[in-house]
């Protein structure tokens, strides 16, 4: 029971981000373009990225922490089916150059970031 307490508790955390993130995106640079869900995937990347090599490589934490962390918090936090909904819509809409630039977008500064985060947590 702990263990589905964690995950919903982290999830309720990262989808409540999420909703804020992309209201604030969408009120600062309009809503043309999702960058909120984009903002999310790249943090979301890089959270996991950080989280999941400082615990398996440098600190010893409670799996506890991970279900919290990875499945509760990024798994609510990160967008997937919300990026590839908007996408199609873009392709839809006929925004080609929009959906295009969506896709890019996530997929190398996602990667990126998730590098990044990996990275950072070896300088530790």
Do not use: H
Not at 41 to 67: D, Q
Not at 86 to 109: C, H, P, R, W
């Amino acid at each position: 029971m702990l263990k589905i307490f964690l995950v919903a508790l982290g999830g309720s955390i990262g989808a409540t981000a999420r909703y804020l993130i992309s209201d604030w995106a969408a009120q600062r640079w309009g809503a043309d373009f999702p960058y909120g869900t984009l903002i999310v995937n790249i943090a979301g990347c890089f959270i996991i990225g950080l989280f999941m090599a400082l615990v398996t490589e440098r600190i010893i934490v409670s799996p506890y922490w991970r279900l919290l962390v990875t499945v509760g918090f990024v798994g609510g936090l990160t967008t997937f089916s919300s990026f590839s909904y908007e996408t199609i819509k873009l392709v839809n809409d006929g925004q080609m150059t929009f959906a295009l630039y969506n896709i890019l977008s996530n997929f190398v500064l996602g990667f990126f970031a998730t590098w990044t985060g990996i990275s950072l947590a070896k300088l530790f």
